[in-house]
């Protein structure tokens, strides 16, 4: 949730100080190198002289081990963390490409989400609940409605409601459709995408 909104901000800072870089209003070019002081511009005579001046200073500053050093850890933990920022977006726009890929290969092949048991464990079922789970593959065998937080049972393959699952395992210690036992330890939540198919 607070990713989209950094990620704003973050590129409003680079168009603002792209602008101002522009106009000649500021030095840096973007956030990033205000942050870690890169200034990009030519290269002139009281540069040189600067340069060197500041050499002679660093000199000095590093036989004490002084503000420079710790000036130089922060623009590293600067430049680092920028480093990091940036992976970040670029792994979550391949995540989020990969995702929608996925998505549009199901729908191309006609996949679906819905589940159904196995057809050998249906055809040990008795009649009425054999006709239950046949005709509606979609709703949940206990509670008769559409499928809340999909749960298979292991063991079996038929598919619940969490809720009305993990309730009658804990009180009956088996499978309440098929007779099979079973613990909460074979129950899997399954997670299908809203609107998959049904």
Not at 48 to 56: F, I, N, P, Y
Not at 63 to 81: D, F, N, Y
Request: aromatic share 8%; glycine share 10%; net charge positive.
């Amino acid at each position: 949730m607070v990713y989209p909104y950094l990620r704003l901000s973050f590129s409003s800072l680079s168009l603002l100080s792209s602008f101002l870089y522009l106009h000649g209003m500021t030095v840096y070019h973007s956030p990033s190198d205000w942050v870690i002081g890169q200034v990009v511009r030519r290269k002139t005579v009281q540069d040189v002289r600067g340069v060197a001046a500041a050499r002679e200073l660093n000199q000095r500053g590093k036989g004490r081990g002084g503000a420079g050093e710790g000036r130089s850890r922060a623009r590293m933990i600067a430049m680092t963390a920028v480093f990091a920022f940036t992976v970040y977006g670029w792994v979550k726009n391949a995540r989020e490409e990969i995702r929608k890929a996925r998505k549009e290969g199901r729908r191309e092949r006609g996949e679906t989400s819905q589940m159904s048991p196995p057809e050998s464990a249906i055809n040990s079922l008795p009649n009425e609940t054999k006709r239950i789970v046949v005709e509606t593959p979609h709703l949940c065998p206990l509670c008769l409605r559409k499928r809340v937080n999909p749960t298979i049972v292991k063991e079996t393959g038929f598919v619940y409601c969490y809720r009305c699952i993990v309730g009658a395992v804990r009180s009956e210690g088996r499978d309440p459709v098929s007779g099979v036992a079973c613990s909460e330890d074979g129950l899997i939540r399954l997670f299908v995408e809203e609107g998959g198919g049904e």
